[in-house]
Nanobody, 127 residues
Framework: QVHLVESGGGSVQSGGSLRLSCAASLRTRGGYCIGWFRQAPGKEREGVAV??????STYADSVKGRFTISKDHANTLYLQMNSLKPEDTAMYFC??????????????????????WGQGTQVTVSS
């Protein structure tokens, strides 16, 4: 059973920063892919950033240069978010799987690529 728990969300003013964390309990002998996704009210879920099984990362164009995805040896995933904008307001989710797909593919096809999801953490950016 894979268990993912996000934390670090909150309210911040435009231009501010937040760091999201995702504690992951993973039971896989091989590598795993892991990523961050978000869903704003009335909108579809979208990919934010992904790390694939080879450690390669990719980002959505809307967050490139502002967000940084990373993970540590304790299977905790992070998303450092700088220069936040009101349009970044959303529920942020982390997800994981053992798919050996490239990061760019996983970012786009997350509904197929990721089978395990956390409950989400809310990020609100005010102008």
């Amino acid at each position: 059973q894979v268990h993912l728990v996000e934390s670090g969300g909150g309210s911040v003013q435009s231009g501010g920063s937040l760091r999201l964390s995702c504690a992951a309990s993973l039971r896989t002998r091989g590598g795993y892919c892991i990523g961050w996704f978000r869903q704003a009210p009335g909108k579809e879920r979208e990919g934010v950033a992904v790390i694939d099984v080879n450690g390669s990362s990719t980002y959505a164009d809307s967050v490139k240069g502002r967000f940084t995805i990373s993970k540590d040896h304790a299977n905790t995933l992070y998303l450092q978010m700088n220069s936040l904008k009101p349009e970044d307001t959303a529920m942020y989710f982390c997800a994981a799987d053992d798919q050996a797909r490239a990061a760019w593919w996983l970012l786009l096809h997350f509904n197929t690529g990721f089978g395990y999801w956390g409950q989400g953490t809310q990020v609100t950016v005010s102008s």
